[in-house]
């Protein structure tokens, strides 16, 4: 037997997947609550226990994990013009499989540096300047870095002629200091590979041991990347395909977690009516966005408030309903509901932050009156004819009819320039194994797309 272990250390729960090669086939899927504060291996340990151990015990022949333990990876974006070089910065960030908490444009202020030392963040990436354009910034916000009271691990990924200069600047204060390409070369021209495996190479080398899962790596083989990573990973083998083994083409992921709301969308983007302009930078055929005010518990009070009056109307509840049931998750983030009330209160907070997560990943249209008649600019991508959405997160697990929720993805006509999809095909990822299958196709990518199309199940 080739059994293989596959662990998400998430930040609510830790869940395992354990995977019979040769037969290409789940033995069995566990979770247990993450046990950060202790040792990450007890949360672990409780969670393989419940997977049936075959006589004479488990012989892993590989064992690989991913983390959003303790807040996950944590980052702050730095660049010169927001809509720009800053913008960059953020998508390099969140393709690398981290949850941005700050984006800043320009010059950074006493303000800023203060809003920097408060979020405490795992990993600065600056940015600032195509090739040969403005240096100022760049070398400026190196020197405020500086004048931080801590050392944070940073990524220079701006103009290349002073980025050099840049990473020996932010050397006096900062370690390590790690040279990346230049996220955006050319003027609205995206280059975030390199950002991003800097990104990754630092998770791996410092940020595993400041979060505590240095503990697991004596039985673990290695923790590989971020959990989002792992599963934007096996969302781009799911559409592409490998070798002569098809995809399922362009598709959107929804994971509707505790603290955040992920949205993966693997597809070109490109406008579906003819006459429609692009504007803004270029959309990467994988794209990432994190939602944090929209989770399940750790975020359902800014979830909450973030709906404005429409989880009120789903539900049918006065405001000091709504507010009492929301006590349970905040006081408990392992919270499940146990009756009906408490079931409708779940299923709307879901549907709620499925709809608006997906409105914000997906592209606008925008009506131009122009002296030649009315003209359309398109910004972000148009999903409109994407054919495959897939749901994922405990809310979609556990619930009856998944379906309800996951219907907030779809295109709505009162709010008809949000170019959602019209008529997708959806798939639930039943035994959770997105961010596993994101970790095996790191040594066997065949077997990990044979895996997911076997086990998604279509609704």
């Not at 990754?200 to 595993?208: A, K, M, P, T």
Request: one cysteine or more; aromatic letters at 6%; charged letters at 25%.
């Amino acid at each position: 037997m080739q059994h293989v272990l596959l662990i998400d250390f998430g930040s609510t729960y830790t869940k395992v997947t354990v995977v019979e090669l040769k037969q290409e086939e789940i033995i069995g899927t566990a979770a247990a609550g993450t046990t950060i504060d202790t040792n990450i291996m007890e949360g672990m340990n409780q969670a393989l226990a419940q997977i049936p151990e075959p006589k004479g015990g488990w012989n892993f022949v590989r064992k690989l994990a991913c983390s959003s333990a303790a807040g996950g990876l944590k980052m702050i974006a730095i660049g010169l013009v927001k809509e720009l070089t800053a913008e960059a910065a953020r998508r390099a960030a969140l393709g690398a499989g981290a949850r941005v908490l700050e984006v800043f444009s320009y010059e950074l202020t006493a303000q800023d540096l203060e809003k920097i030392v408060s979020a405490q963040p795992d990993i600065l990436l600056l940015a600032g300047g195509t090739d040969g354009g403005n240096k100022e910034i760049l070398l400026k916000n190196a020197e405020r870095l500086c004048e931080l009271p801590m050392s944070v691990p940073v990524v220079v990924a701006g103009n290349k002629v002073v980025s050099t200069q840049a990473v020996e600047l932010l050397k006096r204060r900062h370690f390590p200091v790690v040279l990346a390409d230049n996220v955006m070369p050319e003027l609205n021209v995206l280059d975030v590979d390199s950002a991003r495996k800097a990104i990754r190479d630092l998770f791996l080398s410092q940020i595993i041991q400041a979060k505590g899962l240095d503990k697991a790596e004596a039985f673990l083989e290695r923790v590989l990347m971020p959990t989002p990573a792992a599963v934007l990973s096996a969302a781009e083998l799911l559409a592409k395909g490998y070798e002569e083994e098809a995809g399922l083409g362009e598709l959107l992921i929804i994971d509707v977690g505790g603290a955040t709301t992920d949205v993966h969308s693997l597809a070109s983007g490109d406008p579906s009516k003819p006459g429609v302009m692009l504007r803004g930078l270029p959309e990467p055929y994988a794209k990432r966005t994190v939602e944090g005010d929209l989770g399940m518990r750790y975020s359902a009070e800014s979830l909450v408030v973030s709906s404005d009056r429409r989880l009120i109307q789903y539900l049918g509840w006065s405001a000091e309903e709504v507010k009492a049931q929301l006590n349970m998750c905040k006081l408990e983030p392992w919270w499940i509901p146990k009756n009906e009330r408490e079931y409708q209160f779940d299923t709307a907070l879901g549907r709620v932050a499925v709809e608006l997560a997906v409105k914000r990943h997906a592209g606008m249209l925008e009506v131009v009156y122009t002296p030649f008649g009315v003209s359309y600019v398109q910004q972000g991508k148009d999903l409109t004819q994407l054919p495959v959405v897939i749901g994922t997160g405990g809310v979609l697990l556990h619930h009856s009819r998944p379906i309800e929720i996951l219907q907030g993805v779809l295109f709505d006509s009162s709010e008809a320039t949000v170019l959602k999809p019209q008529n997708p095909t959806f798939y639930l990822d039943q035994k959770y194994i997105l961010a596993a299958m994101g970790l095996l196709r790191e040594i066997e990518p065949l077997k990990a797309l044979r895996m997911m199309k076997k086990y998604l199940l279509k609704l």
